[in-house]
């Protein structure tokens, strides 16, 4: 099966700041991997999302890096705002007999200082 | 608006007591989940039904008992349960069960057993 970690589960910037969050899965064959945030209250919002064919996708003030030869994502904002406070995880497809589901990482709560 | 829609938010309920949970998607999907969230746990799988029909049953224990009338709708319904069954429950849809697409997230209901 799939397993999926975060190198940090918190993380505090400077307003303004890039902000860098970490994934690291264990499945080679992983083809696609989806960025989630969910500010408090809410329930997980698609951020962005990238397929193992691509190493780089860039969204609004969001990049997505996919390093396949360590197996490892990266999320970077840029400029950091104060509404991107949130805990952003992400998730990445497995198989088993039923199909296709995904396994979410732990999640990196993300501080945005004044 | 998130286009996956649950009631109640909040759900305070003793052990001995029945409840359901409602979810309602006006996505057009025809893959509907129900996800356990604890606090500083990754999403735990529970259910996935493919077009009204039952494809995975995550070892979850029979006081939930989910249930999808048609491709719109999934309910889980509760009965007996534990203190360690207090949660964040959330519902999302896809386009289909089997491919690589992104899940879209109802804001969940707050579980709390007494």
């Known amino acids: 099966g799939e397993n999926v970690g975060l190198h940090l589960p918190t993380l505090s910037v400077q307003e303004g700041d890039n902000s860098i969050i970490n994934c690291a899965y264990s499945?080679?064959?992983?083809?696609?991997f989806i960025w989630y945030k969910q500010e408090s209250g809410k329930g997980p919002q698609f951020i962005i999302d990238?397929?193992?064919?691509?190493d780089k996708r860039q969204g609004q003030r969001v990049t997505v890096l996919l390093n396949k030869t360590v197996k490892h994502l990266s999320l970077q904002i840029a400029a950091t705002q104060p509404g991107d406070s949130a805990v952003y995880f992400c998730a990445v497809p497995t198989r088993d007999n039923y199909g296709q589901n995904f396994v979410f990482g732990p999640g990196t709560r993300l501080s945005v200082l004044p | 608006e998130t286009g996956v829609t649950q009631t109640p938010r909040h759900l305070v309920m003793g052990m001995t007591n029945k409840k359901s949970l409602k979810c309602e998607q006006h996505l057009g999907h025809n893959a509907m989940y129900w996800y356990k969230q604890s606090a500083k746990k990754p999403l735990e799988l529970m259910f996935v039904y493919s077009l009204e029909e039952r494809v995975e049953n995550n070892s979850v224990p029979s006081r939930f008992s989910p249930e999808c009338p048609n491709s719109s709708h999934l309910f889980l319904h509760l009965h007996t349960l534990q203190p360690e069954d207090s949660a964040l429950y959330l519902c999302?849809?896809?386009?289909?069960?089997?491919?690589?697409?992104?899940?879209?997230f109802g804001d969940g209901t707050r579980l709390s057993i007494l």
């Open positions: 499945n080679s064959a992983s083809d696609y």
């Open positions: 990238i397929r193992s064919n691509m």
């Open positions: 999302a849809s896809s386009q289909d069960s089997n491919s690589n697409q992104p899940q879209h």
